[in-house]
T-cell receptor, first 111, second 113 residues
């Protein structure tokens, strides 16, 4: 059974600081996704990582994938309040198309 | 263009009643997924439809849950004899054939009283 673990589960950080969210998974996969969810809203796709070594950046967020270590990171640079949300990683195992999600990281950026 | 739509947005029902939740995928998307998001269990896969293939029902939690997809487009998730533990947000997603990215709808919040 595929397990996806995120840490930390809760993250409170000051504006302007940097931090990294980690996503570990338990079985071989080359497909990993990051989503953002605002309170009461649905999931917004942030990044799609499809190969070992993939790195994608959008604004203050950068995601990377190491399939050998079964690890993805979401790095936040110079956080701003607008980044406050819950961030989920999700893994697509093998040939199956359904996603297995991590527990989410609730990020709060303080002024 | 139009995204994934779901209805109703909120549903309150009494324990033991049946409910139907609807999903309209993005036009042209042949893959459709149902997920459930609850406080205790997080985000869980329920069922996956791909074209005319038999659906992958491996995530359905009990035989009270069923889903169908008519004409390769609209899908309905049915929960029979609802229980309080069925209370959750039910999310639908769709994707293109061969595409990695799933696009999520706004969800239906189900409350079983």
């Amino acid at each position: 059974e595929l397990k996806v673990e995120q840490n930390p589960l809760f993250l409170s950080m000051q504006e302007g600081k940097n931090y990294t969210i980690y996503c570990n998974y338990s079985t071989t996969s080359d497909r990993l996704y990051w989503y953002r969810q605002d309170p009461g809203k649905s999931l917004e796709s942030l990044f799609v990582l499809l190969s070992n070594g993939a790195v994608k950046q959008e604004g203050r967020l950068m995601a990377s994938l190491d399939t050998k270590a079964r690890l993805s990171t979401l790095h936040i640079t110079a956080a701003v309040h607008d980044l406050s949300a819950t961030y989920f990683c999700a893994v697509e195992p093998g040939s199956a198309r359904q996603l297995t999600f991590g527990s989410g990281t609730q990020l709060t950026v303080l002024p | 263009g139009a995204g994934v739509s779901q209805s109703p947005s909120n549903k309150v029902t009494e324990k033991g009643k049946d409910v139907e939740l609807r999903c309209d995928p993005i036009s042209g998307h042949t893959a459709l997924y149902w997920y459930r998001q609850s406080l205790g269990q997080g985000l869980e896969f329920l069922i996956y439809f791909q074209g005319n293939s038999a659906p992958d029902k491996s995530g359905l939690p009990s035989d009270r849950f069923s889903a169908e997809r008519t004409g390769g487009s609209v899908s309905t998730l049915t929960i029979q004899r609802t229980q309080q533990e069925d209370s959750a947000v039910y999310l639908c997603a769709s994707s293109l054939v061969g595409s990695a990215e799933q696009y999520f709808g706004p969800g239906t919040r189900l409350t079983v009283t």
